[in-house]
């Protein structure tokens, strides 16, 4: 069972890279294509992140990009002039495109993590990390167990771990043990590993499903070649374009 669930990951994997999933543009890919390394960059990668639940990602960061580029409110990118501003108007600033969809839940969310990045790191986000030795473990536990209540969304296990991983394609950012990143259970991850036999469907339909895709990905891929976070664009790809079939001949 697990050797035959191997070898369909490692089609998937390949048909991925051949292009035959799709996936020449990814959501992340719409952006302002700021300096890696620089703040602006972690933080434009940061706080759409946070509103990335039940809805497109191809769109939200078309309306993230849009309202960078908007000189009217591209202030909603920066912690400090946000918590400056009356809610109204970064309401205003985050509806306009749609980057909020849930407009006082998500401007909300929005100002509390400005807030949190604010108060503890003067809005630098980046010294979060280097403080956490670019630990993913230890990011985790920061902020999904020690902190939750400061990451609103951020804490969740499908957004944290891809949050950190849009992270690790897109800015500078390198961690120290990489193998620790685990697959992002969203939709499509969730339904490509019922697809692959990985969960049951008692376990498709429950409450857990997040922890248990995580748990058994984790599982699957010890002392493989392959880490979790390696499989997850695969996955969510072949769910989203609804499975097209595994090609045995990518193997040859």
């Not at 957004?159 to 620790?180: A, G, H, R």
Request: some cysteine; hydrophobic content about 35%; aromatic content about 14%.
């Amino acid at each position: 069972m697990k050797d035959e669930i191997l070898k369909k990951v490692d089609i998937l994997y390949k048909m991925w890279k051949k292009g035959m999933l799709g996936g020449e543009i990814m959501p992340e890919d719409e952006n302002p294509h700021l300096e890696e390394s620089s703040m602006e960059n972690y933080l434009y990668f940061t706080l759409p992140m946070a509103l990335n639940y039940q809805r497109n990602s191809y769109t939200l960061w078309e309306a993230a990009n849009k309202t960078y580029n908007d000189p009217n409110t591209k202030f909603v990118f920066s912690p400090k002039e946000v918590l400056n501003r009356r809610f109204e108007e970064v309401q205003d600033a985050l509806v306009k495109y749609r980057v909020a969809l849930q407009k006082n839940k998500q401007t909300e969310i929005w100002i509390k993590l400005c807030d949190t990045f604010n108060s503890l790191y003067d809005s630098d986000i980046r010294k979060m990390f280097s403080t956490l030795d670019y630990d993913v473990n230890k990011i985790r536990d920061f902020i999904q167990k020690e902190n939750k209540v400061l990451f609103p969304y951020l804490s969740g296990n499908k957004i944290c771990n891809y949050w950190l991983f849009v992270l690790w394609q897109y800015t500078d950012i390198e961690y120290t043990n990489m193998e620790c990143l685990t697959v992002a259970p969203d939709t499509h991850v969730i339904k490509s590993t019922h697809r692959l036999g990985l969960i049951t469907d008692e376990e498709f339909e429950s409450s857990n499903v997040q922890l248990i895709v995580i748990e058994r990905w984790n599982e699957l891929l010890k002392g493989s070649k392959y880490r979790p976070i390696d499989i997850h664009t695969s996955l969510w790809l072949w769910s989203r374009n609804n499975f097209p079939e595994l090609d045995k001949s990518v193997l040859k």
